[in-house]
């Protein structure tokens, strides 16, 4: 089973941004201050899934979280910009947005489904009543009916079955939670979604199938994709491209064709030959000779 993108006829570079980050540097102001993130510098097109991968601690979730204004202190934002591509209102600095503003931009705009779906769900909140109070919140004159119908559209597009609004949490698997999570994300169409490791807790099975729901989403609705991983593998059968870090700088940002047939990077191609190859010759341990050395057959 493979989730690999459809390939298409436009490259993303050539597409309209939708976000544009430069120079952005994030600082954690401690007894001692620490530079999380560092003059970190990338373009987001429109319906791309842009891979953004590295080992945990590196500053992946730090640069999501500026970019989506979510950090709190002791981390912030030293230097750098943030600009948003909007399709109507032209060209939006994110780091400049005041709290209203900025409260109205979130979801509406770039929504963010959080590592961990059953800490990001309020266990004792019905998913429908937590999907009613986002639309209550952003879209003031949608009628009680109308929001319902809302929710259950988007539990439906992200494969769960409506009658799961009047579940809690708690009563779901992960993930079907996942799911709503990701349903909670596009409530409002945004036109683009952070998802910081949305699989990780998932097992291969389930996860493929949120990978595949995620790519079909994409398609449809053509937003883009910040997708945030430490599995570089995975981020080459579904990204275009992919942004590697490295002690919170972007060392590498490539197509993931180009990254896979010739990293530059040194920490790159570590990280490539990390992961063992699901091909090749088999090995037998035991008449290796290897299982006398402490192991038993």
Known sequence: MTTTAEPTTEPVTTRRPVLTVTDLTVVYETEQPFTAVRSAS????????????????CGKTTLAYAVNRLHQPPARIASGSVVFHDREAGDIDLLGLKDEALR????????????GAMNSLNPVRTIGYQLDDTLKAHVPPMTRAQRKERSAEVLTRVGVDPVRLRSYPHELSGGMRQR????????????????????????VVVQREILREILRLRDELDFAVLFITHDLPLLLEIADRIAV?????????????????????PYTRKLLGSF????????????????DEGFSA
């Open 180 to 203: 709503t999570m990701i349903a909670m994300a596009m409530l409002l169409q945004p036109q683009i979604m952070i998802m910081d490791e949305p699989t990780t807790a998932l097992d």
């Open 42 to 57: 990338l373009q987001l097109h429109r319906g791309e899934i842009l891979g953004l991968a590295g080992e945990s601690g």
């Open 104 to 115: 109205t931009f979130r979801w509406s705009q770039l929504s963010m489904v959080f590592q």
């Open 245 to 265: 870090m490295y002690r919170g700088e972007i060392v590498e940002l490539e197509t993931a064709q180009r990254l896979h047939a010739a990293a530059q990077h």
């Open 276 to 291: 063992p190859s699901l091909t090749g010759e088999r090995s037998d341990f035991v008449r290796s000779g290897r299982a």
